[in-house]
């Protein structure tokens, strides 16, 4: 979970308003005033003012910063957020960003504004390039899908131009430096260019920004030019840009990013991007935008969730209050977030707001009426059992992600197509990386085989977790089983070692167990069975197909198998 470092003195000023006097604030009451956005206090420095919080919420990156904070804290004093005019449509653009083409195949998104008439002080500077670190480090899955540039307004002639340069094209001095490079020499030399190169390293062109006097801005996602990229204290006049490979992510960064300098007492002009082929949201899309869709919820939903009755007028009292606009129907109400969040996923999200804007301690709470003795389900202790024993017979442990991507669980394991290949995929989802849940174990198997190639051979490998299984006659479409996968690498494995490892299992499991031939599209034709028990197949065994080794690289033979311990547990 991010942790920030916030000045209380600026703190204070930003919990009042720009242009209103600020007033001390104690720590007990900040303290109380944390709960509201998941906030926990972790260091006090009397003599510098510096406060270190640490927020618990991943969704909400506008609250990363002492804007955010102070922001949602002063929605809740006031009763409900006041509008910022700059998210508004307006015919007309003062200025504008051409993405020239070919952009796609890099880095095709981005986003911009500029700020005047906030002048730039030490501790706010300190806080911009913080949120700047924050967004892009975590949101922007360090720069990979996000990455943000600050720059001195005055300096840039519009419109600017977005587009690919041969890697020695360009020169300009980058900052942290004193002498001009080329984007190939940054790469090489510049400390952020070692960093973050990867994410360009195999383009034959490279992106720059660029003004109408064809002045460098700054070679995104690395690092900006000095002459215009170096903000300073006392500055009040900002160019803002955010670039990436998620239109939505990056728009929704700048969104943020230019709610805090009006928070400071900016006034944001946006920025009109022209592209050369549509998008999402159109071929002109302007920037800051308000993206955001409502949702209706019923409150009963709310009321049920809760365990208590509120009525439709504290409830929207509540969402109001947390910075949403509502609009009230008969049991219902129609929530929107603010421009600056995008993160109402689920009616959850709603319920969880309208908890957090009341107060926990506004919920009497209700002692269970039923005490019982708690125990083992007997899945676990199946589950226990056979961790146990695979230790037990020389293999090792591994926990990974239920989540991944189609890549992975289908088609690296040539099942694409097939009823094998069929996953539940995330709805509204942030990345292709995590997109779908498991169907079975031997992906998260190879994946961690993949990347032990230096570790010395044997490689006796197991997981008991959980997967989700597709299934239409389930209430929720989707059934999720506890399964355990095994494998062994290494240059002369054979079905036979990995047969002998599951004979062991069933015997100590005290199970009886018959194998079938089976045609899996992950094992080699007559190298696979189906594991069999009272008639019902639990799971599969088999060597591992060539191809499938070749998708992941891995260099030596594999062996494995997976059983399904729910329905082991169930027959027995």
Not at 393 to 403: D, K, R, V
Request: net charge negative.
């Amino acid at each position: 979970m991010p942790t920030i470092t916030v000045f209380k003195d600026d703190l204070e000023s930003l919990l009042n308003g720009a242009g209103t006097a600020s007033r001390a604030v104690s720590i007990e009451q900040l303290e109380e005033w944390l709960m509201l956005v998941k906030g926990e206090l972790k260091g006090h420095n009397i003599e510098t003012g510096e406060l270190r919080i640490e927020l618990q919420d991943s969704n909400r990156p506008d609250l990363w910063c002492c804007e955010g904070i102070a922001r949602q804290i002063r929605i809740k004093q006031q009763g409900g957020l006041k509008p910022y005019s700059f998210f508004a449509q307006e015919p007309k653009s003062p200025h504008y960003l051409i993405v020239k083409p070919g952009m796609e195949q890099v880095r095709p998104y981005v986003a911009a504004c500029t700020a005047k008439g906030y002048r730039v002080t030490e501790k706010g500077l300190a806080q911009l390039i913080q949120t700047q670190e924050k967004l892009a480090d975590i949101f922007g899955r360090k720069r990979k899908t996000v990455s943000i540039g600050i720059y001195q307004l005055r300096n840039i002639t519009f419109p600017v131009t977005y587009e690919l340069v041969k890697p020695d094209e360009v020169r300009f001095t980058p900052l942290g430096m004193e002498a001009a490079m080329t984007l190939s020499e940054i790469l090489m030399v510049h400390p952020k260019g070692l960093e973050y190169g990867p994410i360009l390293a195999v383009k034959s062109l490279l992106p720059i920004l660029r003004d109408a006097k064809n002045q460098p801005l700054s070679f995104p996602p690395i690092i900006n030019s000095r002459e215009i990229g170096e903000v300073r204290v006392g500055d009040d006049e900002l160019f803002v840009e955010v670039t990436g490979t998620d239109l939505l992510m990056v728009i929704l960064s700048l969104n943020i990013f230019s709610t805090n300098l009006a928070d400071r007492g900016a006034t944001i002009e946006p920025v009109e991007i022209r592209y050369p082929t549509g998008t999402m949201l159109g071929k002109r899309v302007k920037t800051p935008q308000d993206f955001g869709k409502s949702k209706t919820i019923r409150i009963k939903a709310i009321e049920h969730a809760l365990g208590q009755e509120l009525g439709e007028t504290v409830v929207r009292q509540a969402l109001e209050a947390y910075g949403y606009g509502v609009s009230a129907k008969k049991g219902s109400v129609n929530a929107k977030l603010p421009p600056y969040r995008h993160d109402m996923m689920h009616t959850m999200d709603i319920v969880e707001d309208v908890a957090m804007s009341r107060g926990y301690a506004e919920f009497t709470p209700v002692m269970p009426v039923q005490f019982t003795v708690g125990g083992l389900s007997g899945i676990e202790q199946v589950s226990d059992r056979s961790r146990e024993l695979m230790v037990g017979l020389g293999f090792q442990e591994i926990i990974s992600n239920i989540l991944g991507s189609p890549d992975q669980y289908s088609k690296f394991m040539r099942l694409d197509g097939t009823e094998w290949g069929r996953t539940v995929e995330v709805d509204n989802v942030m990345s292709l990386s995590f997109s779908c849940l498991r169907q079975w174990m031997l992906p998260s198997l190879l994946r961690i085989e993949a990347a032990s190639s230096r570790a010395f051979y044997p490689h006796r490998l197991f997981e008991a977790g959980d997967v989700a299984i597709p299934d239409s006659t389930h209430e929720l479409g989707s059934r999720t089983e506890t399964v355990l996968g095994a494998v062994i690498a290494h240059a002369t494995t054979h079905f036979s070692e990995i047969h002998s490892s599951l004979d062991v299992l069933f015997y100590y499991l005290g199970e009886e167990y018959s194998l079938e031939p089976v045609q899996h599209p992950s094992f080699l034709e007559g190298r696979a069975g189906c594991i069999v028990v009272s008639g019902k197949p639990v799971g599969v065994i088999g060597e591992v197909h060539p191809e499938v080794l070749e998708r992941w690289q891995i260099a030596m033979p594999v062996v494995a198998f997976d059983v399904n311990l729910s329905q082991l547990a169930t027959l027995g």
